[in-house]
């Protein structure tokens, strides 16, 4: 808005001391202060109001005046309440610096003139923003992306002064403008908006964190969600959309605004949309790796279509990288929803570094999916030693790191209803390897899958022969043979408070050794003798023994 329609609103009893020449300027913001150098706070075109606190004599008013002009200020508006007639020297020094300058008759707020020029100053820049983005959203859905949610973003900051980002399901920075979200909150963020999604909330959905409030709206492409075609399951894309969260309280913005935030959410989705379309190359690959290791295809055939893959997820590698395999499923109860898409679309986002933003990392992902499971073809850079010795991969994944920073707001989008369950094997470096890595991931899974939890996760490191063995144990034996063994042990600690059931678990991590275990446990040697008695008098059976140690083990680990 201009200097000029200020004079022309009666409401806001404005008065012109001096600068008529100058009555365009652009106003585009309000500040009020009485500080005698409040130059940190200003950045240009602001309209600002004053009650003259700061003013103690007429020498005051020129460095007032020359700070306000240098900073570029649209006027100064001085409130006549504190000394009734605006001070001559006020009024020279404005006109020398070519500061417009009004007085504020004493009946008005300085709220009244905040809340006016705040009001018309976001409706131009609403209405200006909306043609920017109207025109963005043209260009990007005829042509290449003109730079990607972040350009869409700088506009929200520049015309609107809002700060935002766009996250992952997983709470992943994928675009932003400013300063980056801390990894707790974008991780507190995407949990609130899987949780309102899966429990039917309209949004935006609002959630304060550390005393700021943000706002959350959902984005979704082409065919996502309730809005696409045949009304589909919210649950076949909950854990692949992704979000925009906004510094600011939605609840009372007028419907425009609403609108054209609407409309910032489908300019992000048309680039999701063409990011998802680039997926298709590197899922083939993996589908075509995947084939060939199933039907036991000859290793020569399997590393040729690895040495194609290989350029295309990791750009500028000389040598053939290691491989990891990680198999992924998320299951729904009732069985109705296919899960190996959804557990597709997770598995490309869960595998890029958390602390790493932007879309791009997740380019070098290659994952395929058979009936309900995703299965995941991961590239790792080799090291070499001076002589050109491999040493093996520097960065192999893990499960537990894997799901380590996801995991809550996974399981709120999973809700009561869902479960993801991973297995991650160990680095093969040869085309020869990559059948059984697939098999060790496959078994790590259904380790990971006889755990509870809702998310749930187990590596090639934990297939011991006794783990591997018990999630293939029917529920009911598991429970029979837990239950005859660890439960009057259970009673008798309810009763008692005794910890034999901490004492036992001690006992065994020692290997039955007395010294070690009390020392661990902080007790004399004769008071862990007396418990252990109590456990093998209480069960009927002898520690001593290496069969009941080994069925105490397995009864803990079942448990």
């Known amino acids: 808005m201009r200097l000029r329609a200020l004079l022309e609103t009666e409401a806001l009893g404005l008065r012109l001391l001096g600068g008529e020449g100058e009555l365009d300027r652009t106003v585009r913001g309000v500040m009020t202060t009485d500080l005698r150098d409040p130059s940190r706070y200003l950045s240009g075109g602001e309209l600002v109001l004053t009650g003259l606190a700061w003013r103690r004599n007429s020498a005051d008013s020129e460095p007032f005046v020359r700070i306000l002009a240098s900073a570029g200020v649209a006027g100064l508006a001085a409130g006549e309440a504190e000394l009734g007639a605006i001070p001559d020297d006020l009024v020279s020094a404005c006109v020398r610096n070519r500061l417009p300058l009004f007085a504020v008759n004493e009946d008005v707020a300085f709220a009244t003139i905040t809340e006016y020029v705040v009001r018309q100053v976001s409706g131009e820049r609403a209405g200006d923003l909306a043609a920017v983005v109207d025109r963005h959203r043209r260009l990007m859905t005829s042509g290449p992306a003109g730079g990607g949610p972040d350009v869409v973003l700088d506009l929200l900051t520049t015309d609107l002064d809002l700060r935002a980002w766009v996250l992952s399901p997983t709470g992943r920075q994928i675009a932003g403008a400013g300063e980056p979200l801390a990894p707790g909150v974008c991780a507190a963020l995407a949990g609130e908006h899987l949780a309102a999604v899966r429990t039917g909330r ?15 709206f959902p984005i979704r492409g082409h065919g996502r969600g309730p809005a696409g075609p045949a009304a589909r399951d919210v649950r076949e894309t909950v854990l692949s959309d992704w979000l925009l969260a906004v510094e600011a309280d939605a609840g009372d913005w007028p419907a425009e605004r609403l609108d054209l935030l609407q409309g910032v959410t489908q300019l992000i989705a048309v680039e999701r949309d063409r990011r998802d379309a680039a997926r298709t190359v590197r899922r083939r690959l993996a589908q075509e790796v995947l084939e060939l290791v199933q039907t ?23 040598a053939a990288p290691h491989w990891q395999v990680v198999v992924a499923r998320v299951d729904w109860e009732g069985g109705d929803i296919p899960g190996g898409p959804v557990a597709q679309s997770l598995l490309e986002e869960i595998l890029v570094d958390p602390s790493v933003s932007g879309p791009e990392p997740s380019d070098r992902i290659a994952v395929a999916h058979a009936g309900d499971e995703a299965i995941a073809l991961v590239p790792l850079p080799s090291l070499s030693g001076d002589a050109g010795e491999d040493k093996g991969p520097d960065s192999a994944l893990h499960a537990d790191e894997l799901l380590a920073a996801v995991r809550d707001p996974l399981a709120a989008g999973l809700a009561d209803d869902g479960r993801l369950t991973l297995g991650v094997s160990a680095a ?11 098999e060790e991931a496959r078994h790590a899974r259904r380790v990971a899958a006889a755990r509870p939890g809702r998310v749930c996760a187990a590596g090639h490191h934990e297939l011991a022969s006794h783990v591997l063995l018990l999630p293939f144990v029917p529920d009911d034996v598991r429970r029979a043979f837990t239950a005859r063994l660890l439960d009057p042990l259970r009673d008798y600690d309810r009763r ?7 004492t036992l678990e001690a006992f065994l991590d020692c290997d039955g050794s007395w010294t070690r275990c009390a020392t661990r446990l902080h007790l004399h040697v004769n008071t862990l003798r007396y418990r252990v008695g109590r456990i093998e008098q209480l069960t009927g059976r002898d520690l001593s023994r290496l069969e009941d140690k080994l069925d105490f083990f397995l009864a803990l680990r079942m448990s």
């Open 202 to 216: 309209r949004g935006p959905h609002r959630i304060s964190i550390q005393g700021i409030t943000y706002s959350l």
């Open 428 to 438: 093969v470096h040869s085309a020869e390897g990559l059948r059984g890595a697939l």
């Open 296 to 318: 036991g295809a000859p290793p020569a055939e399997i590393a040729a279509r690895l040495r194609v893959a290989a350029p295309v997820l990791l750009p500028g590698l000389g």
């Open 496 to 502: 008692h408070r005794a910890e034999l059931i901490p």
